[in-house]
């Protein structure tokens, strides 16, 4: 069985290379966008290939390890996308409890 990687890294090779936007402001609010678009995508596909593997273990196509290993690797996606809401809603706060 190939083990592939959840490729949640915010700073990734496909962003390296993003066209220039006019503002600078502009071009960070769209490559961060489209970043926190993209992982919430591919931990979206992480869960729906759970989900398929338990119909496919309950249909008695699929061994209880690789069942397991997928529902982990969807649980340990949804954890890590549940503590950067966490971390960016504190950033949010910090930044309008601030005095101007």
Do not use: C, W
């Not at 591919?42 to 398929?52: L, R």
């Not at 290993?69 to 949804?78: C, F, L, N, R």
Request: charged share 20%; hydrophobic share 45%; glycine share 4%.
């Amino acid at each position: 069985m190939d083990i592939t990687p959840l490729r949640l890294n915010p700073i990734s090779a496909g962003t390296l290379g993003a066209p220039k936007a006019e503002s600078p402001a502009g071009n960070a609010l769209d490559t961060f966008s489209g970043i926190l678009n993209n992982e919430i995508h591919q931990v979206d596909a992480v869960q729906k290939s759970a989900d398929t593997a338990v119909e496919k273990f309950i249909a008695g196509e699929l061994d209880i390890h690789d069942v397991m290993i997928e529902v982990e690797k969807a649980s340990v996606a949804m954890q890590l996308t549940v503590q950067l809401r966490n971390k960016v809603m504190e950033a949010y706060q910090e930044v309008m409890r601030m005095q101007v």
